[in-house]
């Protein structure tokens, strides 16, 4: 079983900064796909950035160039530094482990871009 706990969501103005924390337990850390994912309200789930275990990151292209995703496999925690926010960023981003035929979900942390 893997537990997955995100934190370094709030409220931030637009063009500011946030970088989500996302803590793993479990074994299988290093070995996983981790992602980042966001929900806004009436939307449905999109990825957002994503780092195989080989560091080979992508990104949704409406986040190139101002999100950066990273991962520690001594800590099994994943980033995701957020720049140059948006309103439109608002969300409840959710942390995702996908190792062979599983995938994990965190509980979510919202982040809300508002003047």
């Known amino acids: 079983q893997v537990q997955l706990v995100e934190s370094g969501g709030g409220l931030v103005q637009p063009g500011g900064s946030l970088r989500l924390s996302c803590a793993a337990s479990?074994?299988?850390?290093?070995?996983?796909?981790m992602g980042w994912y966001r929900q806004a309200p009436g939307k449905q789930r999109e990825l957002v950035a994503a780092?195989?275990?080989?560091?080979?990151?992508n990104y949704a292209d409406a986040v190139k160039g101002r999100f950066t995703i990273s991962r520690d496999n001594t800590k099994s925690t994943v980033y995701l530094q957020m720049n140059s926010l948006k309103p439109e960023d608002t969300a409840v981003y959710y942390c995702?482990?996908?190792?062979?035929?599983?995938?994990?979900w965190g509980r979510g942390t919202q982040v809300t871009v508002s003047s």
């Open positions: 995702n482990a996908k190792y062979a035929v599983w995938s994990y």
């Open positions: 479990g074994t299988i850390f290093s070995a996983a796909v």
């Open positions: 780092i195989p275990p080989g560091g080979n990151t």
